[in-house]
């Protein structure tokens, strides 16, 4: 016979934010964030742990703690509606869309029962029960002393720093017009809160729901419980022989459990002196009967050793049971869904059971606000300790609400996630600056990362200057259309430092730049300068740029500047009798001449086309041809450094980038070196952040510039696979300031990665305090932007030749025919 859910429903009413059932039982209910998975340490499982006890201890007898878990199959939705994005965005949104994860909410729910109230069996749930409410239950003393024990615990809670908690209101808890309640969507196990539609309840032949076949497996019986428990287990997947990964004891019924299925966690705290007494009278039984049976002597030792710990260490003895309800839509999945259950309590070394006959009262007990009514013989006697270690800890991946940051993936589905790395840190207290150092062999990943980053800032309006050695970035250059420097013999590198673009001035940071350049291109390294030269410099620079403004028919750059010094300022000089020992004019003109027209380097300092470099937004140099030249590669780092600290200081409320390759012969020069102290301890407070990439360890070793001013100031550190240093590591962990907790994310960076996405991990840490481990996945339209393979660089160009130069429609056209091939 059919019954109507409103006939039967446990709930008689919602108000004042709280359930009340028809039992008088009444229910406060919290929407929990927990800590995201794989990123707590040991000692911080081990916090969290003792903080869930110090709460549950603080609630009063009589009192019912469940939590319940919901993991719900999801799938990405693509923003397609947004006309802005880019042509990398938008293949990026194509490849995640419909990437499938497990969305998690989990709702602890702490449920007060009137005194008297008798517990619940399999035999007396309310489902064939209907009572009046307790007269106790009307009193608003009542009401009002359990809010308060509920907001202790919720104070607790949060200030161990691992959890919030949001109390749900009315509208939140019971069903409104327009979304579904938190009652009503557990009746009917419905996926959206949106949806409208009505399921029938139907337990005569198994579980179902609707549409929905569900299975129900519980750990109510001690025999079937795991010998040991603690706050963490080691994950051998990300384990390795140097380092142990630690996730929650109870994560593989959690987000490790791929179906959909809801996680209840019960914890019913009762009249500890009266189950103490209970137990004693136990104890006295199995004592006298001890003699007749051995399975009464051991009862009787296990019940005294209870009784022991009980009382010497002051525990408090409750009772618990805990169950994984999973569903699906065909029935021919019923079979996978209990292996997965099956095989995610056996990690647990824990037996599973599959419920039937009790299932119904179990399930009917998970209705929010109906805790009260669990039919206690489903439930077993532990202590508040050990309970604890079931509970789930963990939750997915989350994305940042910043504006700002990286697409980057969920380590174990591949969901997209928005990371913010600069400025939402700095906010948080968690970073002093934006400065980030980024380490990773050659093979790791390295600049797939990077690109994807600068991609990704230079596309939120970023200024992005890039010192590379290797050619890695000019794929993604030629895709935004920005400034591509580099040297070969038929195209060499040109720049102009005397040019003055609109806009900007010639200011006494210009005027010291070109003079660090002349002294430079004058001097040896082991030169000195004395002060009258520098002075005459001074002196020439002005009186030029004051020709410059009176006769506009002259071009500012080297070769009129040269021409200037020969024939005007030479007479300038003889004319404030200036001696050959305080200015060498003559020297200085025989010196320079080689950059003049004419000369061996005649082409570098006179560039008549990509001048305005403070407005353009991103531009490249390549050294890799003259990272050995011993004119030109002093000259040219001279200028890149003008050329930042140009934009660093000129650009008002606009974000700067310097990335800076594996240019270390500059760093190491002594005068590069300087500026790169100078960059990384001032950037920051022009809206900047400056980034170093390297390769090996040896070079930030070998370098006290490197080891002291960079990775001193750099808060976050990125690191790819370490693998190949695993067992030397600790060299790495000293010099960097990684914790123990760093160095087992670190290592188990792409040890367990999913063999059917093609994809590399990254580990970033956020000034010591954040750290987490995120897939670099990109779409193929990305990966051809990015790649520094030779052979697909020479076809991609190709491509994009046959489509007279557009690389976007030659990158488009290029992964289309490998889609069709692949």
Known sequence: ????????????????????????????????????????????????????????????????????????????????????????????????????????????????????????????????????????????????????????????MEDSGFIRLRRLRNDELKSQSRNTGLIEKYCFLSENENSYIYNDLKFSDGMQIGDKHSQLFTLGDAADLPALCGSRINFDRYSTDKTKFSIGFASTLGQLLSCNHIYNQYIFI?????????????RLRLQSLSAYSRENMIARDATNDFLNEAIAQQRLPVKAHFNVLAWTSEKEELKDIKNKVSSALAQMDAAAKQETVGAPQIYWAGIPGNAADFPMNDAFDTFTEQAVCFLNMETGYRSSLSPCGIRLGDRLTGKPVHVDISDEPVKMGICTNRNKFVLGPSGSGKSFFTNHMVRSYYEQGTHIVLVDVGHSYKGLCDMVNGYYFTYDEKNPIRFNPFYIGEGDSLDTEKKESIKTLLLALWKKDDETFNRSEYVALSNALQLYFEKLDKDESIFPCFNTFYEFLKQEFVTVLQGDNVKDKDFDVNNFLYVLRPYYSGGEFDYLLNATENLDLLKERFIVFELDNIKDHPILFPVVTIIIMEVFISKMRKLKGIRKMILIEEAWKAITKEGMSEYIKYLFKTVRKFFGEAIVVTQEVEDIISSPVVKQAIINNSDCKILLDQSKYQNKFDQIQELLGLTDKEKALVLSVNKANDPSKKYKEVFISLGGMLSKVYRTEVSLEEYLAYTTEESEKVKMNAYAQKFGGDIKKGIAAMAQELRRGT
């Open 1 to 156: 016979m059919e019954k109507e859910l409103d006939d039967v429903l446990p709930i008689m009413d919602v108000q004042h934010d709280c359930i009340l059932s028809k039992q008088g039982d009444l229910t406060v209910v919290f929407k929990a964030d927990l800590p995201e998975i794989f990123t707590m340490s040991d000692q911080e499982y081990e916090a969290f742990h003792q903080s869930w006890i110090k709460a549950i201890k603080i609630l009063p007898k009589f009192t019912v703690f469940h939590k319940q878990d919901w993991f719900l199959e999801s799938s990405y939705k693509a923003d397609f509606d947004n006309e802005d994005s880019s042509f990398l965005t938008r293949s990026s949104e194509r490849f995640f869309n419909e990437r499938a994860f497990l969305d998690h909410s989990c709702y602890i729910m702490i449920t007060k029962k009137p005194a008297g109230r008798k517990n619940s069996s399999s035999l007396f749930s309310n489902l064939i029960r209907n009572n009046l409410v307790p007269d106790e239950t009307l009193t608003m003393q009542f009401l009002q002393d359990f809010i308060d024990s509920t907001g202790q615990f919720k104070r607790i």
């Open 270 to 282: 009762e009249d500890a002196q009266k189950t103490i007494q209970k137990l004693e009278s136990k």
